[in-house]
């Protein structure tokens, strides 16, 4: 069986509260991210980070209870969702390991 594969999120602002959900499981960071800043989001177990590209740390705002989700094997049904972004400023990028 392959080992889990755990995303990475690039998450561009403007936006509110931006939720990232793969099936059932869901991930939840309960703050604004402003315009300009750019928050990475790493799932990796070992790494459980959400960092802003100017060193600001955002995981206390990671709503409790959300789930550290991994990719499965095949297709993934995995949805974001942001509000108060704007177009072209805002972006949520899914990254991975191949």
């Given at each position: ?50 960092v802003s590209s100017d060193g600001v740390d955002y995981s ?39």
């Open positions: 069986e392959p080992s889990a594969v755990y995303p990475t999120f690039i998450i561009s602002g403007p936006g509110h509260i931006p939720t990232l959900k793969n099936g059932s499981q869901t991930w939840t960071l309960n703050t604004d991210i402003p315009a300009g800043a750019v928050v990475t989001a790493q799932f990796d177990p070992v790494r459980h980070t959400v206390g705002f990671v709503l409790a209870g959300s789930t550290w989700w991994s990719l499965a094997s095949g297709a993934n049904s995995v949805s974001v969702t942001m509000g108060g972004a704007t177009v072209p400023a805002s972006m949520i990028t899914l990254q991975y390991p191949l």
